[in-house]
């Protein structure tokens, strides 16, 4: 009855994304992000260093980033403790009794919202339900939403339809959300691109290009902001370390890799800190 332990799967990639229906566009003056559901009680069911998970919540910090430097609101669902068989409803039939420890009902820390960002209550699948998110968009003059977080099929995918019946148009963005198993995430996506939303990539939203962080040159594209060197002054033999490249940024890296099939880990790149090391390691990979 409750939810599954829930394993890693590889991401969709932008030749996978489904072909959409409308070629709305994302609009910094009209949208806002809906961060929903990363709290600690969902993102426990992947286990701890799941790869999927870390390129997820990487890409939502990109895209919460994108948000803050455009005036983009920020908006979070979060489920509450003990609920009641009333406000619970018919969601105990289908999940059981839900959360229940007070520790796992935040936000996860690598997420956590400031005093920016909107929380608001989340009583059933879609974000709407049972609270004044519609009319927080509406009196913000926001019209479009984009959507991350977990679970795609599910609450993800519900509110997004909930949004296209009440004219706000959805944003899907098909790497920053994460579901039960790459089937339904796909489910999800097909879905919406063909009955309710647009679905889009973190890049897409970013206005960049998809890098391919296999590459020197799309390695280092990806690198070059993250440490503090001007392009010309790089050397691709010299340590990234000694560069200001961190560990959390090279977490974010490998999950990245582990996304596209590549394993490695901290202790190995960190024995061969510099990019030239890096993409041949990679090459290696590539062809086992």
């Not at 403790?81 to 520790?103: A, H, S």
């Not at 039960?180 to 309710?196: G, I, K, P, T, W």
Request: aromatic share 10%; proline share 5%; glycine share 4%.
């Amino acid at each position: 009855m409750s939810i599954p332990k829930l394993s890693h799967y590889p991401l969709p990639r932008e030749a996978q994304l489904p072909d959409n229906r409308v070629d709305w566009q994302v609009d910094p003056q009209r949208a806002a992000l809906l961060i929903h559901d990363m709290q600690h009680y969902f993102i426990n069911f992947y286990g701890e260093n799941n790869p999927l998970i870390d390129a997820v919540i990487a890409n939502i910090q990109a895209l919460k980033h994108y948000c803050y430097e455009h005036d983009i609101p920020v908006y979070y669902t979060a489920q509450p403790i003990k609920q009641g068989t009333q406000e619970r409803g018919l969601l105990r039939d289908m999940w059981g009794d839900g959360l229940q420890d007070p520790t796992q009902q935040p936000v996860i820390d690598a997420l956590a919202p400031t005093d920016k960002d909107i929380v608001l209550t989340k009583w059933r699948y879609s974000a709407f339900q049972k609270c004044d998110f519609e009319e927080r968009l509406i009196n913000s003059g926001r019209d479009q939403l984009l959507i991350v977080g977990i679970y795609a099929h599910i609450g993800v995918m519900t509110t997004a339809v909930d949004a296209f019946m009440r004219d706000i148009k959805p944003f899907v963005i098909a790497d920053a959300v994460a579901d039960f198993s790459y089937d339904e995430h796909q489910m999800a996506l097909n879905f919406v691109a063909q009955r309710c939303g647009k679905v889009v990539n973190t890049a897409q939203v970013l206005g960049e290009e998809t890098l391919d962080l296999t590459s020197l040159d799309g390695l280092k594209a990806h690198i070059l902001p993250l440490i503090d060197c001007e392009p010309d002054e790089f050397d691709e033999f010299e340590s990234l370390i000694d560069y200001g490249l961190d560990s959390v940024q090279v977490m974010n890296l490998i999950a990245l890799w582990q996304q596209q099939g590549i394993e490695t880990n901290f202790i190995e790149l960190a024995q061969i800190p510099t990019l030239s090391a890096w993409v041949e390691l990679l090459e290696e990979r590539k062809d086992d």
